[in-house]
């Protein structure tokens, strides 16, 4: 008889708790609220970015907790890069001020030219000043603008407009690199 009743105190018990938790959730759903990361920050990220394999081509994405800029570089392995935020985008090598809507600007820095070391034939189609081609980023949560820079030395770099100095993480996956900015602190 106390076994029984034991078992039965336990799964009264556990019952309960489970209850809990399913009320628990449906708050949450209820809500719509969703779980963003927190902890990337705001600092630089990243090192040197030469690289030898051509940039292929540049996409935007939007997610629940954060926009996503993603760099192709097939067969480029794992790559080198910079990304920070600046006060204002300054051209590689040539230093020219290029302007970048939004209202902070990170300078994102890829390890891949955007044409090819060997011919020197173009492999991106990005042109100085003009926003990337085929990345439309109007009616995003953080993106605002993006803006072609530069390739110098093996080395692409792309001013992004964000809304504000949000927190950002940068992945490297084989042949990409990932650019996630957060919709808020």
Not at 37 to 48: F, L, N, Q
Not at 168 to 185: G, M, S
Request: aromatic share 8%; glycine share 16%.
């Amino acid at each position: 008889m106390r076994r029984t009743a034991a078992a039965v105190a336990a799964l009264v018990l556990a019952g309960t708790g489970l209850g809990m938790v399913a009320a628990g959730t449906a708050t949450a759903a209820g809500t719509g609220a969703t779980a963003c990361p927190t902890g990337w920050g705001s600092g630089d990220k990243g090192g040197a970015a030469a690289g030898a394999v051509p940039l292929k081509t540049v996409r935007a994405g939007r997610h629940d907790c954060f926009d996503r800029l993603v760099f192709d570089v097939p067969g480029g392995g794992t790559l080198g890069y910079s990304v920070r935020y600046v006060d204002r985008l300054h051209q590689l090598a040539s230093g020219d001020y290029i302007p970048v809507g939004g209202g902070a600007v990170l300078d994102v820095r890829v390890g891949a030219p955007a044409y090819d070391p060997a011919s020197g034939t173009p492999a991106y189609p990005g042109r100085a000043g003009q926003p990337l081609p085929g990345v439309d980023v109007s009616g995003y949560s953080t993106f605002r603008d993006t803006r072609f820079s530069a390739s110098f030395e093996g080395e692409t770099q792309i001013g992004l407009g964000v809304r504000a100095r949000l927190p950002f993480r940068v992945i490297q996956l084989p042949d990409q690199l990932v650019v996630d900015v957060a919709h808020t602190w």
